[in-house]
């Protein structure tokens, strides 16, 4: 990599570097690559004169960090648990941001410099500018001029454009979730941090609305860390930055905007698991929805919403609360309005207070949580999945679903499809109910969203939006199926190609409806032949299991990984989701999220459920898609669609 390489693409360079020494020195990535953006972010000005970093060197101990220790002077103490050096919501700042010390850990010896992983967290001299001034001098950590931008409120900023885009300007929002070293992960708390990863940047760009939007101009990436850790740990932070030796349910900690830098690091959000489930069960609702009302009032604390700072602030702060609640669709009071609720102590945040909220796993009448019942009486637009949910285990559309579609359509609602399949795919499947062409559920000019949001289809057949694979990515994942003789397809755009033949790739077409493969003798024919939207890996779930966390690997700060089936592994371009299509397609036709309802059962539909107004889930879905879903339905063999469309629509 050249030593002129605009900051961006250094940036993702950096990372892939840091990503394989992680792998090497057996340090979790994650963290690597927060040090690594918190040093490059702080370092932009001197980028440009970095030495080439020997990004093909990744033994520990040959030099291959020497280049990014010169990105900030910043010194990190290792620890086991973060230090965290951020500033928490609170009048008090710390007067010491960081002490040197001498990292001791055989597992990361050549990365002493700048430890700061085992869960740490972003461990950064920054603070925000709505601060107050007098608490106490901040020393100068970095060695080159920079300006402190904080977001303001006011305005209006469009979220229209992309899933997991904060606006018109193509933001991407990247969301990572920890938990504390000494927790146990149990069933629950696993897919509560899968809920939480998918719904935080949806949450993000939620609360962005209210934020002026020319504040995002030049901004590529926003960045927000969640870490769930245990009232100990919660406690020594507060000791530490707050002088206050108790525990509390969340801390906020701001990062710096540095102008000029396309990634932004809105902060970190540490919330206690132990105060959270206390919360929980005296307030009447789920875990879940606790740590959803506890991140949400620590969002907007790092979005400089302060109610300490007055009573006006407080109750402007409680006011966002309960609109982003609700805009979610999350059940529960905001944190603010709670403690108002609970009975007069001099620390209200930190006893639990009861309150009236329903318990999130119990249904209303009309089969929606309670909290979310909302009326849906203006569906106009409906977006079905396809594989496990319009198509029943045998991959068929039933007759009863069909007729459920149709008289869907002439109810007047739209119906599209939003499906991980190729185009000719999905009109196959219809076309055996007579729901394929004009007037039917899709077509060559019906809109629809197609390849897990990579092709999207507008009105009259219009591209909407597109999206390829990284060529290199292409290569590698080729080579990795040539050698170990797993089915690998291509998809571009209507066709599908591969290099050999194999009997998965035949089902692919024959049992899925997929375009019959094209054999390339190279990868170089391949590609040359058409570029390449996604790539998908076909076997059994015995041997697609451990694929996965090996390709997030490969592929980290460059794709994304996802699954609609057990048996199958889909690569997609870096930010891509069936989300992001399905909240392209409703800008398109303009309809907004309480005309929208989406009925889906896999890992891949969770984001598409959350943007809905109506999120319906089947009863044969993935547990994290079922609990973040305002309705459930029978499963695809049951005819759950149909269930839906009766229930919701043709009911109403």
């Given at each position: ?20 020494a ?26 440009q004169?970095l ?5 093909t060197d990744t ?19 290792h ?23 001498a990292?001791?850990?055989p597992?990361?010896r ?12 972003h461990?950064s ?20 001029n920079?300006?402190?931008k ?15 885009s ?10 990572t979730?920890?938990?504390?070293e000494?927790v146990?992960?149990?069933?629950e708390?696993?897919a ?30 926003l ?20 002088g206050?030796?108790k ?18 690091l809105?902060?970190d959000?540490?919330?206690s ?13 789920s875990l ?7 991140l949400?009032?620590g969002?907007?604390h ?32 905001g944190l ?11 620390e ?14 119990t249904?209303a ?10 009326e849906?009486l ?16 045998a ?6 679903t069909?007729d ?7 109810r ?11 185009r000719?795919?999905a ?6 109910q ?14 629809g ?12 057949g ?7 694979l990284?060529?290199a ?20 755009g ?7 033949e194999h009997?998965?790739?035949?089902k692919?077409h024959?049992?899925y ?14 590609l040359?032949s ?10 059994t779930?015995a ?11 490969r592929?980290?700060?460059?794709a994304n990984?996802t699954?609609?089936?057990?048996e199958m592994?889909?690569i ?23 005309q ?8 891949n ?9 109506l ?10 898609t ?7 339905v029978?499963?695809?063999?049951e005819?759950?669609v ?8 043709l009911?109403?």
């Open positions: 990599m050249a030593a002129t390489a605009p900051p961006s693409a250094m940036l993702r360079e950096s990372l892939q570097l840091l990503g394989r992680a792998r090497t020195v057996r340090v979790p990535g994650g963290e690597l690559e927060r040090t690594l953006l918190r040093m490059a972010s702080r370092a932009a000005p001197a980028l004169r030495p080439t970093i020997p990004v033994k520990a101990g040959a030099g291959i960090l020497d280049p990014l220790r010169n990105l900030s002077p910043v010194s990190f103490q620890k086991t648990m973060l230090q965290n050096a951020g500033i928490p919501h609170s009048k008090t700042q710390p007067t010491a941001r960081f002490q040197s010390g990292a001791s850990c597992s990361c050549s990365l002493q410099t700048f430890s700061a992983h085992h869960r740490a967290f461990s001299p920054s603070y925000g500018a709505r601060h107050k001034a007098g608490a106490g001098s901040q020393p100068a950590p970095l060695d080159f920079r300006t402190a904080r977001l303001s409120r006011g305005g209006q900023v469009t979220t229209s454009a992309v899933a997991g904060a606006s018109a300007l193509d933001v991407n929002i990247q969301a979730v920890l938990v504390e000494t146990d992960i149990d069933d708390l696993d509560i941090m899968e809920d939480l990863e998918t719904s935080t940047p949806l949450l993000v760009q939620e609360a962005l609305s209210n934020i002026d939007a020319t504040e995002f101009e030049g901004v590529e990436n960045w927000l860390s969640v870490l769930l850790c245990t009232d100990n740990h919660i406690q020594s932070s507060n000791k530490k930055w707050r206050e030796d525990p509390t349910d969340v801390l906020s900690f701001p990062q710096e905007w540095i102008e000029g830098i396309p990634e932004v809105l902060g959000v540490v919330i698991l132990d105060t959270a489930r206390r919360q929980a069960a005296e307030r009447g609702h879940l929805d606790e740590l959803r009302i506890l949400v009032h969002l907007l790092l979005l400089d919403y302060d109610h300490e700072a007055s009573a006006e602030e407080e109750v402007a702060m409680a006011a966002e609360e309960q609109r982003i609640l609700e805009a979610m669709g999350w059940t529960g009071k603010i309005e709670a403690m108002s609720a609970a009975p007069s102590t001099p209200p945040r930190d006893r639990p207070a009861e309150t009236s909220a329903p318990s999130s796993p249904r009448e009309n089969g929606l949580r309670p909290g979310r019942a909302r849906y203006d569906i106009k637009v409906l977006f079905l999945d396809m594989d496990g949910t319009l198509l029943n285990s991959t068929r559309l039933s007759k009863k069909a459920a579609c149709r008289a869907a359509l002439a007047g609602v739209k119906l599209c499809i939003a499906t991980g399949k190729a000719p795919a009109i196959d499947a219809c076309s055996v007579g729901l394929s062409g004009p007037g039917g559920v899709v077509s060559t000019s019906s809109p969203v197609f390849l897990q949001g990579l092709n999207v289809y507008g009105e009259e219009v591209i909407v939006h597109s999206q390829v990284e060529e990515i292409i290569r590698e994942a080729f080579a990795f199926s040539v050698e170990n003789r797993i089915a690998l397809a291509g998809f571009s209507d066709r599908c190609v591969t290099l050999f009997p998965l790739i035949d692919l024959t049992t409806y997929e375009p019959k493969a094209e054999i390339f003798p190279s990868v170089d024919a391949l040359a058409a570029p390449i939207n996604k790539l998908l890996f076909y076997d779930p041997t697609i299991h451990p694929m996965r966390s090996l390709w997030e690997e592929v980290f700060g460059k990984i699954q609609a089936v057990p592994l889909e997609l371009p870096f930010g891509a989701s069936k989300g992001d299509g399905v909240r392209r397609l409703m800008a398109h036709l303009e309809v907004s999220r309480d929208v309802m989406a009925v889906g059962d896999g890992e539909d969770l984001e598409m459920l959350q943007i809905a107004g999120g319906v889930a089947m009863a044969n879905g993935a547990p994290v079922l609990e973040a879903a305002h309705a459930h029978g499963s695809n063999d005819d759950g149909a269930e839906a469309i009766e229930r919701f629509i009911s109403q």
